[in-house]
C-alpha cells in the first residue's frame, strides 16, 4: 500500500521545484538580457549579468536537490523505484536533464548562457507529468521484475541527453544560419563566429566605435545585432507555438494545456531569436552536440538490448515489433545514422543536424503517441 503522507510531500516538492525551475530559467535569460558587447563585437558579462547567472545557477541546484526529494519520497511511498509509470518516469527525466545541464553544458563547457534553454525543456517536460499524473501505488504484475530497474533507468537516463543534444542542435542550427547569412552579404566577409570582418585600407583615419587596428590593418566588425538581424522575428514564436500546440493538443486534448504549452514554446523561441548573438559559436555548439549523443546512444543502445531481454523473460520472445519496441528500434537508427553523417562527408554539419532533429522527435513521439494511444503489450503501462 502506499503511504499517502509521503506521496503528498512528494507532490508538494515536485511543485516547488518545478516553480523554482521557472525562477531560475528567468534568471538565466535575464544574465543575457544584462550582457554587452566589447569593441570587438564579442559578448561580455557584466556584473549584472554575472549576478543574474550566479543566481540562476543557485536556484537550479536548490531545485535541484528539492526535486530529487520529490523522486526519492515519491519511491517510498510507492514502496517501489520512482519511475514506473509516466507522470514519474517524466519527472525523473527531467531531474536528469537538470543535472546533466549544471554538470556538463554549465560545469564542464563553460556554457551557462545555454541554461536558461535547458531548464526550459525541463519546464516542459514537468509540465507533461502534470498533465499526466498518476497516484502512487503499486506497479501491475507485468512491471514488477527486476528489469524495471535496469531498463527503464538506461532509456531514461539516455533519454535525458538527448534532450541536452537536442537543444544543442536546435541552437546550432539557429547560429550556423545566422553566421551563414552574415558571412554572404556585401558588407562583410570572412569569419562570423563572434562578428564578421572584411579589411579596409591603411590609411583610413576615421576610427568610429566598431573599428579594430590588427597589424596596421583596420578591420570592420559586424555589429552585435548583425546576425540577429538576418532571421525573421516573427517565425522563431510562431513555429514553437504551432508545432508544440498542434503536439499538446494532439496528446492530451486539452485545449487550455495545449494553448499554455504553446505559449511557453512561443517565449523560448522569442528568446532564442535575442540570444543569437550570445550563443556559442555554430561549430562549439556542433560539437556540444554530438558529443552529448555520442555518449547518451551507447546507453540507449543498452537499454533496447535490456529491454529485448526482459521482453523474452516476460513474454518469451526476445522481439517482436510491438509499436513501442518498433519506435525505440527506429529512434535508434535515426541515431546511429546521425553518428554515421558526422564522419561522411558532405552530410555533416546541417544534414546530420536535422538527422538529429528527427531522431529527437521519433523519441518524443515514442514516448508519448506510443504510450497513450497505440494498443500493444506495452499499453499496461498506463500513465
Known amino acids: 500500500m502506499a503511504d499517502p503522507a509521503l506521496a503528498a510531500t512528494s507532490n508538494t516538492l515536485f511543485n516547488v521545484a518545478f516553480v523554482t525551475y521557472i525562477v531560475a530559467t528567468v534568471a538565466y535569460f535575464g544574465a ?20 543574474a547567472e550566479g543566481a540562476g545557477t543557485f536556484l537550479a541546484c536548490a531545485g535541484l536537490a528539492i526535486h530529487a526529494t520529490s523522486v526519492v519520497t515519491r519511491g517510498l511511498a510507492a514502496g517501489r523505484v520512482p519511475w514506473a509509470n509516466m507522470y514519474e518516469y517524466s519527472s525523473a527525466m527531467a531531474l536528469l536533464v537538470v543535472v546533466a545541464g549544471l554538470v556538463v553544458v554549465q560545469r564542464r563547457y563553460g556554457y551557462g548562457e545555454l541554461m536558461g534553454f535547458v531548464l526550459a525543456g525541463v519546464v516542459l517536460m514537468m509540465t507533461a507529468a502534470i498533465l499526466l499524473y498518476a497516484e502512487a501505488g503499486p506497479v501491475v504484475p507485468a512491471l514488477d521484475s527486476y528489469w524495471i530497474r535496469i531498463h527503464t533507468s538506461a532509456a531514461m537516463a539516455a533519454s535525458s541527453i538527448f534532450m541536452v543534444g537536442f537543444a544543442a542542435t536546435a541552437l546550432y542550427l539557429v547560429k550556423d544560419t545566422a553566421e551563414r547569412r552574415v558571412a554572404q552579404t556585401d558588407s562583410f ?25 590588427d597589424a596596421g590593418t583596420a578591420l570592420r566588425i559586424a555589429s ?14 510562431l513555429v514553437p507555438f504551432v508545432v508544440v500546440g498542434l503536439f499538446t ?18 517565449l523560448l523561441g522569442t528568446a532564442s531569436w535575442y540570444a543569437v548573438p550570445y550563443l556559442p559559436s555554430a561549430a562549439q555548439l556542433d560539437a556540444l552536440a554530438y558529443r552529448t549523443i555520442a555518449f547518451a546512444f551507447p546507453v540507449w543502445t543498452f537499454a533496447v538490448i535490456a529491454g529485448a531481454i526482459w521482453a523474452e523473460e516476460a513474454w518469451g520472445r526476445y522481439w517482436g515489433w510491438d509499436a513501442k519496441e518498433t519506435g525505440s528500434f527506429f529512434t535508434w537508427v535515426l541515431y546511429a545514422a546521425y553518428l554515421h553523417a558526422r564522419s561522411t562527408r558532405g552530410w ?26 497505440i494498443v500493444g503489450l506495452h499499453s499496461y503501462a498506463d500513465v
Open 32 to 51: 543575457l538580457a544584462a550582457k554587452r558587447f566589447s569593441v570587438e563585437g564579442l559578448p561580455e558579462a557584466t556584473t549584472t549579468a554575472r549576478v
Open 189 to 213: 566577409d570572412g569569419s562570423t563566429v563572434g562578428a564578421g570582418a572584411v579589411a579596409l585600407p591603411p590609411s583610413a583615419t576615421d576610427r568610429p566605435e566598431g573599428y579594430v587596428d
Open 224 to 237: 552585435p545585432e548583425a546576425q540577429r538581424d538576418t532571421l525573421s522575428p516573427l517565425l522563431f514564436p
Open 249 to 266: 493538443f494532439a496528446v492530451w486534448r486539452t485545449p487550455t494545456g495545449a494553448f499554455a504549452a504553446a505559449s511557453v514554446a512561443a
Open 348 to 373: 555533416r554539419g546541417r544534414r546530420a543536424a536535422w538527422t538529429a532533429v528527427g531522431a529527437f522527435a521519433a523519441l518524443m513521439v515514442t514516448y508519448f503517441a506510443v504510450n497513450l494511444f
